[in-house]
């Protein structure tokens, strides 16, 4: 997919994505370097599935010692 840098204000720039040029603000910290208006960029999202599974255990985890917690201050 490809978008392009349609303008730059206070370090976010404005992407059109595609070619229905879908707006998405983006902090500019977060382009590659040298990123300015009118730049063409490749953009590719993958899914992470390891990061999907540990984050799910994660909060999983935290829910299973709130849970814990409450049946605690119950007693």
């Known amino acids: 997919m490809r978008a ?3 303008r730059i204000e206070n370090q976010t720039a404005v992407l059109l994505f595609g070619d229905k040029e879908i707006k998405v603000n983006m902090p500019l910290k ?3 370097a040298g990123t300015r208006e ?3 960029l490749q953009v590719d ?3 992470d599935r390891e990061g999907e599974a540990a984050q ?3 909060i999983s985890n935290l829910l299973d010692k709130l849970k814990s917690k ?3 201050d119950s007693k």
Do not use: A, N
Request: net charge positive.
């Open 38 to 40: 009118g730049s063409f």
């Open 56 to 58: 799910r255990e994660k």
């Open 30 to 32: 977060l382009l590659p």
């Open 45 to 47: 999202f993958t899914l």
């Open 70 to 72: 409450s049946r605690q």
């Open 4 to 6: 392009v840098v349609d």
